[in-house]
């Protein structure tokens, strides 16, 4: 059973600062990877998907790396502002079976102006 | 192209009622998926419909729960008999083919 866990569960830093989200799942077995940023009593917004033979994406400021191997993606935020304050939830699909997404419980982001 | 559509946003139904989630995927995109939310949970899988067909309902509750994407029209969660543990946000999905999907803003459920 594929599991998805992310840290840290928040993370508070001052405006301007690089900093690295973590995720990681049990199961290589994967088809591709996608990262979501959602906002308070919003829905979700892709941000990056990364499929299982890509090593990263990147889009602006962020940066997705994934290693299959060992089970891991970060999602690298650069120069964080205000408006990056959210929630970021990574999520694995399996290369096999379901489409489904199994996703992660999200690592709670707050910048400080 | 206008995103997922989900609607209503919001839904307050009492206890024993039947509770009617619409949702209308991407233009041109086949796969729909819907999505719990519970109060301080992850979200999880429920169902994935293509036109017509359920292909995997392993994460529909067996009983007062299902799915719908008909030939024409918008994909239906169907919550029969609502009980004060279904409170939570429904997420629908849609996706082109097998890569990206994209979600709707949510339909937030409240069982009185």
């Known amino acids: 059973k594929q599991e998805v866990t992310q840290i840290p569960a928040a993370l508070s830093v001052p405006e301007g600062e690089n900093l690295v989200l973590n995720c990681s799942f049990t199961?290589?077995?994967?088809?591709?990877l996608q990262w979501f940023r959602q906002d308070p009593g919003k829905g979700l917004t892709s941000l990056l998907l990364i499929q299982s033979s890509q090593r990263e994406q990147t889009s602006g400021r962020l940066n997705a790396s994934l290693d299959k191997s060992s089970g891991r993606s970060t999602l690298y935020i650069a120069a964080s502002q205000p408006g990056d304050s959210a929630t970021y939830l990574c999520a694995v699909r399996r290369i096999q079976g379901a489409q489904k997404l199994v996703f992660g419980q999200g690592t709670r982001l707050t910048i400080n102006p | 192209n206008a995103g997922v559509m989900q609607n209503p946003r919001h839904l307050v139904r009492r206890r024993g009622q039947e509770a009617r989630l619409r949702c209308s995927p991407m233009?041109?995109?086949?796969?729909v998926y819907w999505y719990r939310q519970l109060p301080e949970e992850g979200l999880k899988f429920m169902v994935y419909?293509?036109?017509?067909?359920?292909?995997?309902e392993s994460g529909m509750p067996k009983e007062r729960f299902s799915a719908e994407f008909p030939k024409e029209g918008p994909s239906i969660l169907r919550i029969q008999q609502v009980v004060r543990g279904d409170s939570a946000a429904y997420f629908c999905?849609?996706?082109?083919?097998?890569?990206?999907?994209?979600f709707g803003p949510g339909t937030r459920l409240t069982v009185l």
């Open positions: 199961d290589s077995a994967i088809y591709n």
């Open positions: 419909l293509q036109k017509e067909n359920i292909i995997d």
């Open positions: 233009k041109g995109h086949s796969h």
């Open positions: 999905a849609s996706s082109l083919d097998l890569n990206e999907q994209f």
